[in-house]
């Protein structure tokens, strides 16, 4: 077959954090996620290039590493795929090395190890933006000359040098390759040998820069200060949750008041009858009930994705390290952990960046402890319910304090649950914190533009895809079948609902759950936010007097406050996730270890809710 009518196979591999993803995504208009810490990417991801020649190649974005002698599984992602191992894959026709040209001598040891591989190659100097402006200057010729690969100047998130780039692949595609990776791991003296051929390649090539870059050391010495560098964290986090509140009120107010219009709307159109019932208790009322946070997870994603691309982040997990590192917990444990903000899965995905496997394992056991976004939801209806809306201390809004006490209680308990696994399955050192800190840079408006839209996308998605059939199944549950001609309860107290959770109330009522809560937990297992809607759904058609008042005041009108506060404890700790478990056994390999998590979780979820339950009880919360 023609070598220039096959579909070339391209790969980038690269330092952490050089710029690969973003590079991927302007090779092909992907928009996967890119940020500003090392391990974002930590699997494979395939993507077509459309050259203008009208040639369509497929490119590779891999995690990043140092070496092909990889440690962890992430970095065994990116050996094996340059190495052709992964089952069913040939070789790479092109390797395209992404190199941070404001940080060259990390990654020529890389690049030596590639050419050894012997795939044709090419170096993407990225980040060039950064070296001019710092005045740094690299013989691109002579670097040519020395390491015998065509190279290309980059700045991959402004979308420069991307056609010299494809047209350099192009070329290198028609190169014949040799057949068999030449590659095996060098010892000790080949690995100094290496090192020793790096640095003079590094002093040939590279004149230090004019400006060096100051700003981020003078930042770090504020920032990474052992006390003052927490004190800022913590009253970052506390903004952020402070403003969660306060700035989503007006838009939440007004889509509440759509919501209801919407409502009323529907009502007066729809003949009064089981469609009636249907569009507004279920569908609106249900889904409804979830929409209204989009402003408060937006503004949380806000602070998230700019302090990320800010480089805030990789900060961050340095300040915490001795915390977690008392805990039990690796150094590299912060960003999964981090990334369980937004959603556990990722989160649990992204502890691949983790070598030992113990270590590893811990990570994603307390992992679903983070509160991810779609707790939100669960938390602020509850709080917006019973916590009362006014300042303490002259400037501290008190939903918000409970929020951020919410989210200080997930990250404890992950603290002492990590610390008690260590205690019970192993023991042992942890390794101490490794990772680089990336120099800062300015968040770029449209990409955190781009990146909030992508994140109302997925919430909006998951209320299509994951809360309406839940509701409309709830909605049946709870109205059929009719009560009898003499009932003398309310409707709902005869469907299946609502024998379903008279029958489970038992085993919550110890806890303070009655048996409507009961029945928003069971669809609330596939996703947290369900139980929203469903509580939506079951006052809607409980209360039917209610129905078009909103849902938190409905609650404050039916729950004690110990009945609200045993609620939040149980979402603290409860696995109410089916697709963080899939991903759990998916990523431990071990069915087992998925039943202690599950275990666990329910375990502690009952505890807290038990004791929050009795305490609030005994000091006249009942
Ligand atoms: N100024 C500038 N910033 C860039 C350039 N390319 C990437 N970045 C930024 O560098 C950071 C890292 O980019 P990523 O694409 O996530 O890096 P990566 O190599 O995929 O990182 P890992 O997946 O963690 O290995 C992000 O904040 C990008 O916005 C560039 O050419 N110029
Ligand atoms: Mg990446």
């Known amino acids: 077959m023609d070598v220039a009518l096959k579909t070339a196979r391209v790969a980038l591999v690269g330092n952490p954090n050089s710029g690969k993803t973003a590079l991927f995504n302007a090779l092909t208009g992907a928009h996967q996620k890119v940020a500003n810490y090392a391990g974002v990417t930590v699997e494979r991801k395939e993507g077509l290039i459309r050259a203008t020649s009208g040639r369509t190649m497929s490119v590779l974005d891999l995690p990043g590493t140092y070496s092909l002698r990889a440690r962890s599984p992430d970095e065994e992602v990116t050996r094996d795929a340059v190495l052709g191992r992964l089952a069913g894959e040939t070789p790479p026709d092109v390797v395209v090395c992404v190199a941070d040209a404001t940080n060259l001598r990390l990654v020529l040891r890389l690049i030596l190890e590639l050419k050894a591989v012997g795939r044709p190659m090419v170096l993407a ?39 010299d780039l494809v047209a350099a692949i192009e070329d290198q595609a028609a190169v014949a390759a040799v057949t068999e990776s030449q590659w095996r791991s060098p010892d000790a003296a080949e690995l100094r040998t290496a090192a020793r051929e790096a640095e003079r390649i590094m002093k040939a090539c590279v004149r230090p820069p004019e400006r060096p870059d100051t700003l981020t050391g003078r930042i770090d010495s504020v920032l990474l200060h052992p006390v003052g560098g927490l004190l800022i964290l913590f009253a970052l986090l506390f903004v952020m949750f402070q403003a969660v509140f306060s700035w989503a009120a007006p838009v939440m107010d007004g889509i509440e008041a759509g919501i209801a219009w919407l409502g009323g709307l529907v009502a007066n159109v729809l003949p009064d009858g089981l469609l009636q019932s249907l569009v507004v208790d279920g569908v609106i009322s249900g889904v ?39 805990a039990g917990l690796h150094g590299r444990a912060f960003i999964p952990l981090l990334s369980s903000f937004a959603c556990a899965i990722p989160g649990v995905m992204a502890a691949r960046v983790i070598d030992s496997r113990r270590d590893r394992l811990t990570t994603i056991l307390v992992a679903p402890l983070m509160t991810c976004s779609a707790r939100i939801p669960v938390y602020t209806l509850i709080i917006a319910a019973f ?44 390794e101490p914190f490794m990772m680089e800190l990336p120099a800062y840079k300015t968040p770029d408006l449209r990409s955190v533009g781009f990146n909030l839209w992508l994140r109302a996308k997925i919430f909006l998605t998951r209320a299509g895809r994951i809360i309406l059939p839940a509701v409309i199944i709830l909605w049946v549950l709870a109205t059929f079948p009719y009560p009898p001609e003499n009932a003398t309860l309310p409707a709902i107290d005869y469907s299946f609902a609502g024998m379903l959770g008279r029958a489970l109330e038992p085993i919550f009522a110890p806890i303070g759950f009655n048996w409507q809560m009961v029945i928003a937990l069971i669809p609330g297992m596939a996703a947290r936010e369900v139980a929203v809607a469903a509580l939506g759904t079951t ?50 390999n071990s069915l087992k270890w998925t039943w202690i998590m599950i275990g666990y979780m329910f375990g502690l979820a009952y505890l807290a809710s038990f004791a929050t339950y009795h305490v609030a009880v005994a000091l006249g919360g009942g």
């Open 125 to 163: 100097l990225n980040m060039y933006d950064i070296a001019q402006r710092q005045g740094l200057r690299i013989d691109l010729e002579r670097l040519r000359a020395e390491l015998g690969v065509p190279i290309i100047t980059t700045v991959a998130t402004r979308k420069r040098g991307i056609d």
């Open 288 to 326: 409804g009930s979830v929409l209204v946070f989009l402003p408060q997870i937006l503004i949380l994603f806000l602070f998230i994705i700019a302090l990320e691309d800010f480089g805030y982040m990789a900060r961050a997990a340095f300040l915490m390290d001795k915390i977690m590192g008392g």
């Open 387 to 430: 916590i009362p809306n006014e300042t303490v201390w002259g400037f501290a809004n008190l939903q918000g304090l409970v929020m951020f006490g919410l989210y200080a209680a997930g990250i404890v308990s992950a603290l002492i649950v990590s610390l008690l696994i260590r205690k019970v399955f192993w023991r042992g050192a942890v």
């Open 539 to 588: 006052y809607a058609i409980a209360d039917a007097e209610n129905a078009t008042g909103l849902l938190a005041s409905t609650l404050a009108s039916h729950w004690s406050l110990a009945t609200a506060l045993s609620f939040l404890a149980w979402y603290i700790f409860a696995p109410q996730c089916v697709a963080t478990l899939g991903v759990v056994r998916r990523e431990t």
